[in-house]
């Protein structure tokens, strides 16, 4: 029987599976075994779509389909939470399992508390994420630095600090660092997170750690609650996943990359917030960057914080209709709303149609706010300072008596 804290390589015994996935196929088995034996209902994840830059969300009821879904996909920037939130009923039905980098992870958390996902209802199989990379991004930097044209490419993989493409000549790898220097390389909310390895999910799966004659033919899981070790107990009973125990040296490693991660993720967070500048000079930098907004919704749109039925950014008296670019108030409405839980997902930036660093923004702000409140976003079913009401009670409070203030930060103070 496994445990929350257990830790083995993992890897399909199906060979079609094996030889699909990206480390041995232990993801796309686990899915597989949850499907095919009822333990689910449907499995979101994404898959290939018109080329390997573009991951496409999918969710997947039939278990015959899951193999086109094998591989990593790093520039897969997608995020998954909000699609439960959206278009499959909050997870209130059905049961879900879900592949969730870092932030989709948190993303889960942050949207759960808020009651817009069922968690008991969803699993949540982590993938251990160094960073992924913007499609554009990526063309650009295989076109310029690789001197490829990126349509020949057949994968990309990243792997020991090496972004490296495979063509039909062979493969060919650059340091992420060399070519984050230049620009290139990872989205740089990736550069500043440090949710390596999801241990919010029920299991946690990855590269890392796994040495000796396994290397890149298994994958190291580590089970991450009691959901995740029955999961993963059953799929080996049933003969879906094979696992051996893992090569000691092998998790001092995996222990090692992630401390490295972390402070390379506190490097990036010193340049780029120290780059912001202070006080009023950090502010001004902020209003003229969004001073080039086109309010085209797509943050608040793909925010997982912004949940809202009526976005305050749409009301008159906040915001004067009609004007691009919209007032500042439109960008402090969602600071204020949703800074002290940002999960650095990137979404706001990633899908920006005019390039504002917004991820940049609100990150810097959630840092400072959990330095001085200690609340940090995404690790657990703690709640933010400001949340204290559910959305509909308070709707229906807001009716009954006019009164407008939906986040009452010392409404218990006042009891
Ligand atoms: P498979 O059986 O191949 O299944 C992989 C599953 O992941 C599939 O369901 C697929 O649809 C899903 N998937 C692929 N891309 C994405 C995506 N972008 N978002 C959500 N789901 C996705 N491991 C490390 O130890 N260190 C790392 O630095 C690291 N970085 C990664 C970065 C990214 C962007 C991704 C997606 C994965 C990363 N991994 C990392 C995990 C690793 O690449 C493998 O996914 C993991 O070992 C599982 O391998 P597998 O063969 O068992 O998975
Ligand atoms: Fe991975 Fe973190 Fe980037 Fe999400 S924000 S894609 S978890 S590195
Ligand atoms: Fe993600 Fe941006 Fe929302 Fe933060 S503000 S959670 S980075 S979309
Ligand atoms: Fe809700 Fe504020 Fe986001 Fe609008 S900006 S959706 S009001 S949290
Ligand atoms: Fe403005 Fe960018 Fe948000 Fe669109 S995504 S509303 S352009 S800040």
């Known amino acids: 029987m496994s445990a929350k804290g257990d830790m083995v390589y993992a890897w399909a015994a199906d060979d079609a599976i094996h030889q699909k996935g990206e480390c041995g196929g232990a993801v796309t088995a686990l899915l597989t075994y949850a499907l095919e034996n009822g333990v689910v209902d449907g499995v979101l994840t994404v898959k290939k779509g018109y080329d390997i830059y573009d991951a496409t969300p999918v969710f997947i009821t039939d278990p015959a389909e899951l193999a086109q879904t094998a591989g990593s996909l790093h520039c897969g920037t997608v995020l998954l939470p909000k699609i439960i939130k959206k278009y499959l009923d909050n997870a209130r039905n059905m049961k879900i399992a879900v592949t969730v980098k870092g932030c989709d992870a948190k993303a889960m958390y942050e949207l759960a508390k808020r009651e817009q996902i069922n968690l008991d209802n969803v699993i949540m199989i982590g993938l251990n994420c160094g960073g992924s990379v913007s499609p554009v991004v ?6 310029d630095k690789f001197e490829t044209d990126p349509d020949v490419v057949i994968k990309e993989e990243i792997d020991k600090g090496q972004f490296i493409i495979e063509t039909a ?8 660092d060399d070519l984050e220097e230049e620009g290139y390389g990872r989205r740089s909310n990736c550069q500043r997170c440090k949710t390596k390895i999801p241990r919010q999910a029920d299991l946690a799966c ?20 009691e959901k995740g070790a029955d999961l993963l107990d059953a799929a080996v009973k049933a003969g879906a996943l094979v696992t051996e125990a893992p090569i000691p040296k092998g998790i001092e490693i995996r222990g090692k990359v992630e401390n490295a991660m972390f402070k390379l993720a506190d490097k990036y967070r010193a340049k780029q917030f120290g780059e912001l500048g202070e006080g009023k000079d950090r502010l001004k930098f902020i209003m003229d960057e969004t001073s080039r907004c086109i309010k085209c919704y797509q943050c608040i749109e793909n925010c997982p914080i912004c949940y809202c039925v009526e976005c305050s950014t749409k009301k008159a008296h906040l915001v004067t209709p009609g004007q691009v670019p919209p007032p500042f108030m439109f960008h402090l409405i969602r600071y204020s709303h949703i800074s002290d839980s940002c999960v650095n997902c990137g979404q706001c930036e990633e899908l920006c149609a005019m390039d504002i660093p917004n991820a940049l923004f609100m990150h810097s702000i959630q840092t400072e706010m959990q330095e001085m409140f200690g609340f940090e976003p995404g690790v657990n079913m703690d709640l933010p300072v400001l949340a204290l009401v559910e959305e509909q009670t308070e709707r229906k409070r807001l009716s009954d008596t006019g009164d ?6 010392f409404a218990k103070d006042k009891k």
């Not at 990855?206 to 609650?225: H, L, Q």
């Open 206 to 225: 990855g590269n890392w750690g796994v040495i000796g004659e396994k290397a890149g033919k298994a994958t190291f899981v580590e089970v991450c609650s």
């Open 404 to 409: 407008d203030q939906i986040y009452n930060i």
């Open 138 to 143: 990526a063309r650009n930097m295989i076109q």
């Open 169 to 176: 000549e062979g493969h060919k790898g650059i340091s992420i």
